[in-house]
């Protein structure tokens, strides 16, 4: 059974940085895309990054996080993780880790971070809480 927790979360300046991971049980993470999303109360949850599976993989971003947030993979630890810089309180919200269990962050059509509704298996999330 598909399993996913987030961890990382917590407050932070204006400006600072945080870690998130993604820690997968019950499959092999290493052979799927990953992506994360993030949402804020009230509003509806948006895609932040998604990573390829495999070593080497592919990386999507929104435009809007490009240069800032990095997406990357520990295949041997069954752990993906998104690294967050320069972070404002813009980017404060739940942050949520999720699988379909395909082999690419690409349907083929589009990038399926951006149609969170294509995920079925997500964490319980991480907060993250950005101070101004």
């Known amino acids: 059974q598909v399993h996913l927790v987030e961890s990382g979360g917590g407050l932070v300046q204006f400006g600072g940085s945080l870690r998130l991971s993604c820690q997968a049980s019950?499959?092999?993470?290493?052979?799927?895309?990953v992506a994360w999303f993030r949402q804020v109360p009230g509003k509806e949850r948006e895609g932040v990054s998604c990573?390829?599976?495999?070593?080497?993989?592919?990386?999507y971003y929104i435009d809007s996080l490009k240069g800032r947030f990095t997406i990357s993979r520990d295949n041997v630890k069954n752990t993906v993780f998104l690294q967050m810089n320069s972070l404002t309180p813009e980017d404060t919200g739940y942050y949520y880790c999720?699988?379909?269990?395909?082999?690419?962050?690409?349907?083929?059509?589009?990038?399926?971070?951006?149609?969170?509704?294509?995920?079925?298996?997500w964490g319980q999330g991480t907060q993250v809480i950005v101070s101004s």
């Open positions: 019950g499959f092999i993470l290493g052979y799927y895309a």
């Open positions: 990573i390829d599976p495999y070593s080497d993989p592919n990386t």
């Open positions: 999720a699988t379909d269990l395909r082999e690419s962050c690409f349907s083929g059509d589009y990038y399926t971070v951006l149609r969170p509704r294509d995920y079925g298996s």
